[in-house]
Each structure stands twice: as C-alpha cells, then as structure tokens.
C-alpha cells in the first residue's frame, strides 16, 4: 500500500514563497505521475500541477503558471511543490496525488493515491 505524506505548509505573506514536499512510501513511484491539488475553504479541490512519470514533463494550472513549479526526488521518493509570488487566493489545503501511469491527467478520479493534506494560508 502506497502511503503519502505531505509537509511545509504553513503561513506565509503575499508576494512570498513556500516549498512543500510529498514522501512516498510502501512502493518506489519513480515511474508515477504526480501531482498536487488543492482545495480552498468553499470550493471544490482542484489540479494545480502535475510531472510525468515517463519523461519528467509537467503540465500546470494556467492559475500557477510562472509562480509553481513541481519537481521530483526519486532518490527520496519525493516531490516538490515550489511556490513564489504568492496571492491570498493560494490558500487552500494542498494535497499530494498519484497515479499508476505516467501522464499527469488534471481528473481528481485518475489517482490512485492521496496524501492527508497541508494547509497554506497566504495573508494579505
């Protein structure tokens, strides 16, 4: 069973930058697409980025896109969420997602795994 776990959220200004990360363990996920999602008090959870599994592609939200950028350890078995300019409408619980093929569909239905979840708040 394939166990995630996401960490580094936290509070953080506008216009400033944070870095989460996302440790996999009970299977090596090298050739897994990950992805991030969130979701924001109020509203449905939503893809924001993604990195292939095949070819270390990414695809983003055209909301984050120039401000995130996802990355990935295999060596660790992690990935990297890095966040910069950040707006109050970043805040949301960003979960950690991944799927047993290597392209990173922005459909919550095509994960296999999910991790529990870590909250940014972004103040103004």
């Known amino acids: 069973q394939v166990q995630l776990a996401e960490s580094g959220g936290g509070l953080v200004q506008a216009g400033g930058s944070l870095r989460l990360s996302c440790t996999a363990s009970g299977r090596t996920l090298s050739r897994y697409a990950m992805s991030w999602f969130r979701q924001a008090p109020g509203k449905e959870r939503e893809f924001v980025v993604g990195?292939?599994?095949?070819?270390?592609?990414?695809n983003s939200a055209d909301s984050v896109k120039g401000r995130f950028t996802i990355s990935r350890d295999n060596a660790k078995n992690t990935v990297y969420l890095q966040m910069s300019s950040l707006k109050p409408e970043d805040t949301a619980v960003y979960y950690c997602?991944?799927?047993?093929?290597?392209?990173?569909?922005?459909?919550?239905?095509?994960?296999?795994?999910w991790g529990q979840g870590t909250t940014v708040t972004v103040s103004s």
């Open positions: 990195i292939s599994g095949s070819d270390d592609r990414t």
């Open positions: 997602a991944a799927r047993g093929q290597s392209f990173p569909y922005t459909g919550q239905g095509w994960y296999d795994y």
